[in-house]
């Protein structure tokens, strides 16, 4: 687990917003992106077993989406202060493994 892990965890529970500064592959430097977490989990499409941060990017250069980060790649998370609501980008049937109180998104 990430040094930071309550950080993380807090902001689920709180649905707070967090900038997170981790190593972009794709990339090849550090980069900043403001999300909204997830979930901390091993995933279902990448077969590794690796628990990852899954969080929503608000920020990215494409679209928003999902970016799976190994702790590792990651140098810190900070509460933004901001809130989020779950609404505005979960659109599938969740099925967390850290618990929450998201109502019908949790």
């Known amino acids: 687990m990430h040094n ?39 995933g279902t499409r990448i077969k590794d077993g690796i628990p990852r941060y899954w969080v929503w990017d608000f920020e990215s250069d494409k679209t928003n ?18 809130h989020f609501e779950p609404s505005s980008f979960v659109s599938w049937r969740p099925a967390w493994v850290i618990d929450r109180d998201w109502g019908q998104y949790s």
Do not use: W
Not at 15 to 32: A, H, P, Q, T, V
Not at 65 to 82: A, N
């Open 65 to 82: 989406h999902t970016l799976p980060l190994r702790e590792e790649r990651i140098e810190y998370m900070i509460d933004t202060g901001d």
């Open 4 to 42: 930071q892990h309550d950080v993380f965890i807090d902001a689920i529970h709180t649905k707070k917003k967090l900038r997170i500064r981790f190593y972009s592959e794709d990339d090849g430097r550090y980069i900043e992106r403001v999300c909204a977490p997830m979930d901390h989990a091993a």
